[in-house]
């Protein structure tokens, strides 16, 4: 089944960067134009500047998205950010388990387990971050370590939630070094996600379910990765950081 009936998606990961005037600056002009039919842009800043971002990109086809968010909707968590609170905020998406999260914060497959299921609880779509360490992939258990992380989470899912989580290949390898997964290990691992999900859930999760690339995706490689049958999109992160290096990737993407 063609990859267009799927929807592709662009998310720009703004991580601990970016202040309010920078934030304006970005969203201002071409990218807030962008006309969105054919795929869907999102951003994902910090926490504090959601609600400007929400009102900046407010009558656009851009959509916002938390970068992270806890697994309880209120209580004694402090220093927490609630899913509640994220919609409050204008977020229809929100990232889990990135692998900053699961190597500086400790994060397990339980943990993002549970924020997935609260997540969708609160109709906020889950962009579900796995990947591999560069060791991981030299002793070849690349594909037993992203099996074990989406089996974690799906396994106790019913139908109609399986189907809604956007998955987000990440190669930890590949994150903010400038060493992006070749066209051929990122289809070759997308292929592998897709056929997962085809035996163990069925065909209508596989070719339904969007499956993103991120990884130092650039201008200079958004063609290539996106032109394979199982990349349906990027979590971009450094090239986010500006319109002009946003654009181009979704340009370059020819989406
Ligand atoms: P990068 O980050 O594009 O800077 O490699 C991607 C990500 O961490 O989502």
């Not at 060493?179 to 292929?191: C, F, I, V």
Request: net charge negative.
């Amino acid at each position: 089944m063609n990859k267009t009936l799927r929807h592709s998606y662009f998310i720009g990961n703004w991580k601990m960067n970016l202040g309010r005037a920078e934030a304006k600056e970005l969203i201002k002009g071409e990218l807030s134009e962008l006309p969105g039919d054919s795929y869907r842009v999102v951003l994902a800043p910090p926490f504090l500047l959601m609600p400007l971002v929400s009102d900046l990109i407010g009558g656009s086809s851009l959509l916002l998205a938390g970068q992270n968010c806890y697994k309880e909707l209120k209580g004694a968590f402090t220093g927490e950010i609630s899913p509640l609170m994220l919609k409050e905020a204008g977020a229809t998406y929100c990232i889990v388990g990135h692998s900053e999260r699961r190597e500086y914060f400790f994060e397990t497959n339980d943990l993002v387990r549970e924020k997935i299921v609260i997540l969708l609880e609160q109709q906020i779509i889950p962009v579900l971050c796995v990947g591999e360490t560069k060791e991981e992939r030299e002793a070849n258990r690349h594909f037993e370590k992203i099996k074990v992380q989406l089996s974690s989470v799906y396994d106790s899912l019913s139908k109609s939630e399986r189907a809604k989580i956007i998955i987000a290949y990440e190669p930890i390898w590949a994150i903010g070094t400038g060493l992006t997964a070749s066209s051929q290990q990122a289809s070759e691992m997308h292929k592998f996600i897709r056929d997962w999900l085809a035996s163990t859930y069925g065909d209508e999760l596989a070719f339904g379910t969007s499956i993103l690339y991120g990884g130092s995706v650039k201008k200079t490689n958004a063609k290539e990765l996106f032109a394979k049958e199982d990349i349906d999109g990027f979590l971009v992160g450094g090239a986010s950081l500006n319109a002009k290096d946003f654009l181009a990737v979704i340009v370059e993407s020819g989406a």
